[in-house]
Nanobody, 116 residues
């Protein structure tokens, strides 16, 4: 079992940047495929980006391609989401997810608000 803790959210102006971190503990981090989801008020949770173990492949939702970058540091048991050129529609709670052998674990989420 793995425990996940997100950090790095906050309030940022349109066009700004944030880097989210998701620290994992309790299990071998490198065995997990990692992803970031987000959920805006009144909307369903959606996949934003994903990275395989050991990080050779990545996936991005069309809405964030070219602006967001997912990466992982297995030595630090951490996955990152670098978010650039942020837009108001990026406002949401961002969640980290770890999957191994079809079992998924979620973090508590971190709020990202993009507003002037």
């Amino acid at each position: 079992q793995v425990q996940l803790a997100e950090s790095g959210g906050g309030l940022v102006q349109p066009g700004g940047s944030l880097r989210l971190s998701c620290a994992a503990s309790g299990s071998t981090f490198s065995n997990y495929a990692m992803s970031w989801y987000r959920q805006a008020p009144g909307k369903e949770r959606e996949l934003v980006a994903a990275i395989t173990d050991p990080g050779s492949s990545t996936y991005y939702a069309d809405s964030v391609k070219g602006r967001f970058a997912i990466s992982r540091d297995n030595a630090k048991n951490t996955v990152y989401l670098q978010m650039n050129s942020l837009k108001p529609e990026d406002t949401a709670v961002y969640y980290c997810k770890a999957v191994r052998s079809f079992v998924a674990y979620w973090g508590q989420g971190t709020q990202v608000t993009v507003s002037s």
